[in-house]
């Protein structure tokens, strides 16, 4: 408060009359008695001006009783010499005096005026430095966006042309069995093994025409799911029981199962479940991919014709259907060779594959779960996993028991589709 | 029969795939040769030096391991360095070609590029000369 007062008043000071609130003089006349007095911020007790009258009155009257005692007489030529010294002395010392206070009162308002700017300096440049800063900053994360952009173009690049060169390998592989095998009939060789040879031959061309077909099917359904050719019409999306649907799928792997060894077993949570809206034949590619998954990628007491991965300890499966909120999930768990966790986020983006899964079998297109994932988002749904290295995986497919009235999965898969071509 | 047996001419085929590993072994004998055949890294040491085959057939890719592994390996080794090793595979990138023949492989071919009964020929003929040689 006291501060404020005499911000207000160091304001007028210098200002045409501007009442010194110091002086008693002043404050009491409530206004400059003398043009020196606007500059002036001294208490009237030490005002220069009053101290000379003060000092000029007491040397008069102490000449003047000087002057009576030696003389026994005042003269009037005395009394008016002292009057003309004081008035003219006065008038001088008045003018000096207000220079000085003028002078004084300059440097005040100079020193403040350079304070002020100082300290306006300081805060320009403390803004102007927050301001680089944060102009830095942005910088800097635009520089570690566009770095994060290009390592991730960087790996999708690296993983294209792994994808590449191994599905080479892959599409070769089967070819050139079905090719050597295709030559010796057409070169007459193959009359010369013996029936039961000659069948053995004709079983494994068959087998690699079906893995060729499978590698085919993998790389076709992938590229177009990034293309708007995939079409998943509406009409034919169709409500089902889960419970019928997961039965029906499960069932068709029980000769794999038996080869393997393997025990699946399903568990259905409350029956009957609330049915679901889906495109069926596309439903059943992607919850069968992961069973399927699950039974490749977990090794046996007996391994198949491409792993040599065996593993001791029963091979378990177990599928389950339930309700969760408003979804039902399809859970398919498996005590398999599991996925690196560092890994777990990538699995489901093309051409990634498990590095474990890889070591494995060599082949395999590093497409099946990114058409999982395009195929259950294209319902509406979500895919994820869960994993511990070595001891098993599960995935998780969750589709909504209430997909929304104007729900068109064709739209839907078109729409992502197109956000990824 | 025994003493037709020894002068069959001995290769080693390391592969993992028994479709293939039939295939090739059929024909190879059809040409009056002994195809042996390991189907990994450890199995492909031990028949190197306890068969002592005329000629190694290696495939790049074994599951999880890896065919140049058993390259390096059999080139290290005093008993199986002389053994030529013709890279057989279908698996090809940039620079494998120089990096197999800088590890000591003779020669590097596409299981694609031939058919079991030429390819089978082609290798007679080879150890016949190399035979012819010795």
Known sequence: MEKEQKIQMEKKLGDSGCVNKNCWLARNLNYPPSKRCQYCELKFSDCLFERYLLISLILASFLLILSYLVEKNISKSLIVSIFVLIITYGYFFNKSTEKIIVSNFEEKKAKNAFKELNG???????????????????VESALSVEKEAREELQKLNQAKTEFLNLASHQLRTPISVIKGVASMMKEGSFDKFPKDKQAIFVEGLYDKALKLED????????????????KVTPEH???????????????????????????LKLSIEKSPLPKILCQQGFLKDAVGNLVENAIKYTPSAKADTYTRNIREGKAEINVSVFQKDKDIVFKIQDNGIGVPKEELANIFKKFQRGSNARDMYTDGSGLGLFIVKEIIEGHGGQVWAESELGKGSSFFVSLPINPSKDINIKATIIERAGEDA | ??????????VLFVEDDPAQIFMYQSVFELEGMCMMAASYHQEALRMAQTEEPELILLDLLLGNESGLDVLKDLKANQKTKDIPVIVFTNYEKKGLREECAKLGASDFILKIQTTPVDFAKTIRAGLGKRAGKK
């Open chain 1, 237 to 263: 999306a169709e409500w089902i029981d889960p419970e019928g649907f997961i039965k029906e799928l499960v069932s068709g792997f029980e000769p794999k199962l038996a080869e393997r060894q393997i025990d």
């Open chain 1, 215 to 230: 590698i085919i099917n993998d790389i076709l359904n992938a590229s177009e799911m990034a293309s708007t050719k995939f």
């Open chain 1, 120 to 138: 306006t300096l300081q805060q320009k440049v403390v803004k102007a430095t927050a301001e680089i800063q944060a102009g830095k900053t942005k």
């Open chain 2, 1 to 10: 029969m025994l003493e037709r047996l020894k002068n069959l001419r001995k």
